[in-house]
């Protein structure tokens, strides 16, 4: 059952009553058998949980370890920190596949007397995408590819009208190309499949934070709030994702600002991002990829924030959710346990024009 009600009006009566919930990215669906892994070191599993398949056939592995769900905390990815605000610590553009034009010349091409909205100074930050040995489970050393070497990634913060120069530094030894997920992005950022961070080089990723305009004005409707950077690799984007390179990039403009301020939306403390995805985990604690499958993987494990079926405490008040759909192949229809209605308030980049209670 939806009802749906003025955006703010909404805000301001009742999302005390449920959870306010910003979602993320859709996938597609299908399945997979044959195995990839990245190389690295594998501490030696425990004991695996396995399951009959559907027609009772052999045995699958489930959760490496002999893990019980909803017995490890759920983390929260650590915010990125900038290099330098205002100041760039180095040249821009001063790397082997550059920077965009658009750095320099911040007009929009319809209308070059207008120039993108600018608000903030300029956020550098620098980037390093790396092998890893993630702990999905305690004690389960399993490798895998980390924006900053984390799974997931650190999350970029920003606000509309505030540009960032984002250097990513590849060092795997496949080809990168990250996508900026709902992001009004430059086309020598935008991540298209085959504009490569090729291994051992870098990318200077720009990033304006700008909206578009509509009858040159500036558009506020399409500000962005809730999204996300992934890798977007020609061939290669599916198992890169799948082992790890995904993160959450946060912008807020004035309303959100004025609506957190004023406790509609709750404080950054109770703002929690949380990416849910499915994998599936080998007999030794890394995980399984089927490269012959083009049709999408779907897991048999879940995860949240990089976790097996993790616990967070949390208090009795509002708290905000941004739920990420970070899976390969697999919808998500989401609710509560209780089946307490919540506040969704936007989906895949933006705020909705209005919020909508759901059940």
């Not at 007009?107 to 790396?130: G, K």
């Not at 702990?135 to 999350?155: A, C, H, K, L, N």
Request: aromatic letters at 12%.
């Amino acid at each position: 059952m939806r009802n749906t009600v003025d955006r703010r009006g909404v805000l301001v009566r009742g999302v005390g009553a449920g959870v306010g919930v910003s979602l993320g990215g859709i996938a597609s669906s299908g399945d997979g058998s044959n195995d990839r892994k990245p190389a690295g070191s594998v501490s030696q599993s425990r004991a695996v949980n396995r399951r009959r398949g559907p027609a009772g056939g052999a045995a699958v592995a489930v959760i490496p370890g002999g893990y019980q769900p909803f017995t490890q905390p759920c983390s929260v990815p650590l915010d990125l920190q900038p290099t330098s605000v205002g100041v760039a610590p180095w040249q821009p553009g001063a790397v082997f596949h550059g920077i965009a034009p658009e750095f320099f010349d911040r007009r929009y091409a319809e209308f070059p007397d207008q120039s993108f909205l600018e608000l903030y100074p300029t956020q550098y930050y620098d980037l390093r995408v790396q092998r890893v040995v993630h702990e999905y489970v305690p004690g389960v050393r399993t490798p895998g590819y980390g924006y900053g070497g984390r799974i997931p990634g650190p999350t970029i913060r920003a606000r509309v009208g505030q540009p960032v120069v984002v250097r990513t530094y590849n060092e795997l030894d496949v080809e990168l190309s990250t996508h900026l997920h709902g992001g009004h992005s430059p086309a020598h950022s935008d991540g298209y499949p085959n504009f490569y961070v090729l291994p051992g080089r870098a990318r200077d990723y720009f990033y304006p934070n700008t909206v578009p305009l509509r009858n040159a004005q500036y558009d506020f409707s399409e500000s962005p709030s809730t999204m996300w950077f992934h890798d977007h690799a020609m061939d290669v984007a599916g198992p890169n994702v799948w082992y790890g390179l995904a993160g959450f990039y946060l912008v807020t403009d004035q309303l959100e600002d004025d609506l957190i301020r004023s406790n509609v939306l709750p404080a950054t403390a109770y703002d929690i991002p949380l990416v849910l995805q499915d994998r599936k985990f080998n007999p030794d604690g890394t995980l399984f990829y089927n490269l012959l499958d083009h049709n999408g993987q779907l897991g048999d494990v879940w995860l949240a924030n990089g976790r097996v079926q993790p616990f967070m405490t949390m208090q009795r008040r509002k708290y905000r959710l941004r739920l990420l759909n970070g899976c390969n192949a697999r919808f998500l229809e989401l609710r509560l346990s209780t089946g307490q209605p919540f506040t969704k308030l936007g989906k895949d980049s933006w705020h909705g024009q209005r919020a909508l209670w759901v059940t």
